[in-house]
């Protein structure tokens, strides 16, 4: 799965709007790039009244856009649910053809 490519154009609209246009680290404002897939971070980890090291019943996923710096390398991560409009699709899946090259 990767983000529809309209929905990084509105999130890069976004983040620039609020005023990242340059990399915070180095100063950088041609090196800042967002990331075409999805990175999925999970918030939560093993109940507190257990030693079983799995996942409790308390955790959410988050859906973050990957920013990162080309120069130097300064990562950031934004959660895609601030940049949603609706009930729009803003995810797209990919399939592996018969040459194993990934499309649409």
Same mark, same amino acid.
């Given at each position: 799965m990767r983000w529809r490519q309209?929905?990084?154009?509105?999130?890069?609209?976004?983040?620039?709007?609020?005023?990242?246009?340059?990399c915070p680290v180095c100063g950088?404002?041609?090196?800042?790039?967002?990331g075409r897939f999805p990175v999925f971070v999970l918030?939560?980890?093993? &109940?507190? @009244?257990s030693d079983d090291p799995s996942l409790g019943e308390d955790h959410d996923l988050t859906?973050?856009?990957?920013?990162?710096?080309?120069a130097c390398g300064h990562l950031m991560l934004f959660n895609a649910q601030k940049y949603r409009t609706g009930d729009e699709p803003i995810l797209v899946?990919? &399939?592996? @053809?018969?040459?194993?090259?990934?499309?649409?």
């Open positions: 309209s929905f990084i154009a509105e999130v890069s609209q976004a983040l620039q709007q609020l005023g990242l246009r340059a950088s404002a041609d090196a800042l790039g967002v918030d939560g980890g093993p &109940r507190p @009244d859906f973050a856009v990957r920013i990162e710096c080309t899946r990919e &399939r592996a @053809d018969e040459e194993g090259q990934l499309r649409e």
